[in-house]
């Protein structure tokens, strides 16, 4: 049942309060936690900053506030604090940084250290108690001695014989040093294996060089057969095309011989018809002289019809007078008559 609180005030006028006690409130250590949580949990006297820990014989002083503070210190402080957010943001800047993200694309934490970690929202909480020290005058309780109950009994043990040294490490030697030669005998002979595989190896690979050798040789023999042979081949065939292409100029000769000596007649024959082969004086007849005489003969003929023109619009120009002239004068002679 919980006690009550009340206040009281003794005939020798001490005061004296008493109340019932309750538990003290919880303060997180990261976030603030859900009103429903704090309502559910029991406080913890190692979260309150009232209870004092370590020794209680040591004073601790309580730092004197005045609502009156020194200016010069306050400017020192808050250029203090300048100072200190200036090298804040410079090293800030100094950071490398991440580039931005693509577009598509995010940027997720990703632990680099040696072990990995398992992350997660729970946080670990522990809960811890401690007690104070006991009163110092008290003093230290003894240590608890039971009394001492039943019979001491000894014997006595002459030397020699629970162990002997000499005799009990004999088998022991025995193994060691029999341990010891046969590896070495091992060792041995595995050297002397190791050393005629080496030997077995060399001489293998002296057989393979040498057969190496041969191949090579006869590869190159085979080579400069192949390379002979086909020379041999591309002689020949550029030998036989040479034949071929003399023969061949030869038919053609002959043919083109035999076909020339019956055109070249028939070509002249026909040369001659159609006027390839002509007269000079006849050419030069129809070339020149006979350009020359129907151009003479166009000048007099258009002389001739320039003239013609010419005397007929005289005529024409006399006739239209003398028949005005004769209009006038039978207008005349009318008039006259009248």
Known sequence: MPLPSYSHREPDGMYTFSSRPRPVEVCFKYRDPPPEQIQQQYGNIMYDRRVVRGSTFTQHLIPR???QSDPAVTQRQQAFRRRAIARRQAKEKLKTKTPEAVDGRQHVNVQTDLYLEELSKIIETTDIKCQTDEFLDKPATPLFIPAKSGIDVETQIEEGELFDFDLE???VLEVLVGKTIEQSLLEVMEEEELACLR???????ELRNNELAEVQRLEEQERRHRDEKERRVAQQKEVLKKEQEVAEKIASRAFSQQYLAGLLPAVFACLRNHGYFYDPVEKDIEAN?????????????EKRFTARQLLDKIIYEVTHERL???SHLETYQDISDL
């Open 169 to 171: 490490v004999q088998p």
């Open 65 to 67: 506030t005045t609502n």
């Open 289 to 301: 002289f006979l350009p020359w005489l129907m151009a003479e003969v166009n000048s007099q003929l």
């Open 324 to 326: 005005e002239e004769f």
């Open 199 to 205: 030997t077995q190896q060399r001489i293998f690979q």
